[in-house]
Each structure stands twice: as structure tokens, then as C-alpha cells.
């Protein structure tokens, strides 16, 4: 039932994009996509309903594909700071459990 | 607007011992998770609570684990006695009540089993 990331790490110089995948075995009714950095708790990015919606978050947006049960996070010019572990959260319905993914690590150099 | 809070941060306990964690969730939060987290993976889910009703234990060994939720705002996370393989960090995480919203998740705290 846990959702699988890929890849499981990400090696990015600065200015370079990124594309973080999330897919479920099952239907999904909502995405969450968290940041983490270490020894620190998971940071809220943003949240995708079903319906195949698609969010931005200044260089940094999802995509929902409810029929593939897929979600990819977009990392676009990317800056030190967005260095840590990306996290997906999934849910099957308004008021389920969130389950949360494998993880993909991301370390940005100069 | 206070986030969630956990206490304490860090834990070092011998195996065989008792310990608890306290979190004290974002007023308003109906819904309260426990998770856990061993290093290099993602939280994993081990007790939900709608106000102070566990509507999903199924993830906590419930042999040495117990959770409480009184009067549906804080809550304690126990385990007795631990063991060795218990070592990581227990989130606690609070939203709305619904998942059109984000859960926020407080600092944790890391338990060492020795």
C-alpha cells in the first residue's frame, strides 16, 4: 500500500531540474508532497486532489494523474536550498490515513 | 500561531525500559497521527485520531505500545518495554481534519535504545 518514489536519489548541480515520480498500486483521492531536511520534521509542500489538477509553488509544482495513480513534482532551476529528502503522501479518501512513500533524496551542489 | 509540539526532543533508554512521548497538536487539529521514522526511509503511520477516537491503530504493536488522546487534544505515545529495534524518531503530526489539508508534523522526537 505504501506508495514507491523514484528515483531514490537525485544528484543536481544549481540552475538544473528535477522530476521526482510518486505511484500507488491503488486509487488515490489526494497527493501531499513533503520536503525534509535532516534532523528536521517534513515540511508541507503542496496538495493534489483527483481530477488531474496541477500546482505550482514558485519553481516548484505537481501534477496528479488520478487514472495512472501517478504523481511527479517538478523541480525546476534548482537552488541549494532545496536540498533533502522529497516525500509523497498518499491518501484513498477525504478522511483516510495518509501513507507516505519510499522517499527520493536530493542534494544540490554549486 | 504555535505549531505542534513534541517533548522530549532526544531519548536514550537501556532496552527493557519504559518511556513516552508527549505532543500537543495545532488548536483546532481534530485529527492527530503518530508515525515513525527509521533513518533513510519515510514516516511510517502508526496510530490516527479523530478527536479522541483511535480510528486507525492497525500499524501499532499493540504488545508494547500504547497511545492515549484525552479530551481529544494532547496525546502520549507509550512504549513498554523497549526494545532495541524501537530506536528512531516518533513524529507527531495534526491537520484539519480533512485531507484537502495539510497535516503539520512537529520537530520529534529520537529515541536511542541501548
Known amino acids: 500500500q505504501q506508495p514507491v518514489q523514484s528515483p531514490q536519489a537525485v544528484i543536481l548541480r544549481e540552475g538544473e531540474d528535477a522530476v521526482i515520480n510518486c505511484s500507488s498500486s491503488k486509487a488515490l483521492y489526494s497527493v501531499h508532497w513533503y520536503r525534509q531536511k535532516h534532523g528536521e520534521a517534513p515540511v508541507f509542500l503542496m496538495i493534489?486532489?483527483?481530477?488531474?489538477e496541477q500546482k505550482g509553488h514558485e519553481k516548484i509544482s505537481a501534477s496528479f494523474n488520478e487514472k495512472k495513480q501517478q504523481s511527479s513534482l517538478y523541480l525546476t532551476a534548482s537552488q541549494l536550498s532545496y536540498s533533502g529528502t522529497y516525500f509523497c503522501g498518499t491518501s484513498r479518501g477525504d478522511t483516510d490515513k495518509l501513507i507516505f512513500g519510499t522517499g527520493t533524496r536530493l542534494q544540490v551542489f554549486p | 500561531e504555535a505549531g505542534v509540539v513534541q517533548s522530549p526532543r532526544y531519548k536514550i533508554i537501556e532496552k527493557k525500559q519504559p518511556v513516552a512521548f508527549w505532543c500537543n497538536p495545532i488548536?483546532?487539529?481534530?485529527?492527530l497521527y503518530w508515525y515513525r521514522q527509521n533513518l533513510g526511509q519515510g514516516p511510517e503511520l502508526l496510530i490516527r485520531?479523530?478527536?479522541?477516537?483511535?480510528?486507525?491503530d492497525s500499524q501499532l504493536p499493540k504488545d508494547r505500545f500504547s497511545a492515549e488522546r484525552l479530551k481529544g487534544v494532547d496525546s502520549t505515545l507509550k512504549i513498554q518495554p523497549a526494545e532495541l529495534g524501537d530506536s528512531a524518531v516518533y513524529l507527531c503530526a495534526s491537520s484539519s481534519g480533512t485531507l484537502r489539508g495539510e497535516a503539520f508534523f512537529g520537530q520529534g522526537t529520537r529515541l536511542t535504545v541501548v
Open positions: 488548536s483546532g487539529h481534530n485529527t
Open positions: 485520531y479523530e478527536n479522541e477516537e483511535a480510528v486507525d
Open positions: 493534489l486532489l483527483k481530477g488531474g
